[in-house]
């Protein structure tokens, strides 16, 4: 997913294409693992107060068509990070994105979607992912807590433990 981030947007975009009342298999893993990447935590400490884990993170536009990812420009939500953040770049116009993979599904810019990653795997604190990584990461314990049996029954790919 982290490397091959094309071939997900394609079947996303081929499924949601073709509207369906039976989905299949690969598409309810697909949807899983999209939801996933909506609801993971930062592990990042703010950079900015280094009391919060990191909320958003500060692209910044250096012109119309470059810019700037790093996780150092990242922040809590607070409003005074957000606002030590916007006087550290201030001729530069930016934006704030929450920490979300929708986020880099959305970019439209190959080399920001690569920039944005890196950002994400340092502020997630994601080792280099194999597939048995990847999904260990997604799968995540608070997730498997509160799985229902409707999700339970809706992804029978994955043999959670109800609790």
């Known amino acids: 997913m982290f490397t091959n981030f094309g071939f997900i947007e394609w079947l996303l975009n081929k499924y949601y294409n073709k509207p369906t009342k039976n989905k299949n298999r690969l598409r309810l ?5 999209l939801q996933q990447g909506e609801t993971r935590e930062a ?26 990812i790093d996780a150092d420009f990242s922040c809590c939500s607070s409003d005074a990070c957000k606002k030590k953040l916007e006087n550290l770049v201030l001729e530069h116009p930016h934006r704030f994105v929450e920490i979300k993979f929708s986020t880099v599904i959305q970019s439209q810019s190959p080399r920001n979607k ?14 280099r992912l194999t597939k048995e990584a990847t999904f260990e990461f997604f799968k995540g314990e608070k997730i498997v807590k509160t799985i229902s049996k409707e999700e339970k029954e809706r992804f029978p790919l994955f043999h959670m433990e109800e609790v």
């Open 29 to 33: 893993h697909l949807e899983w693992l």
């Open 114 to 127: 690569k920039l944005m990653l890196r950002a994400f795997r340092r502020i997630l604190n994601l080792p």
């Open 43 to 68: 592990k990042m400490l703010c950079p900015q107060c280094g009391k919060r884990k990191v909320k958003l993170l500060s692209i910044i536009w250096s012109s119309a068509k470059t810019c700037s």
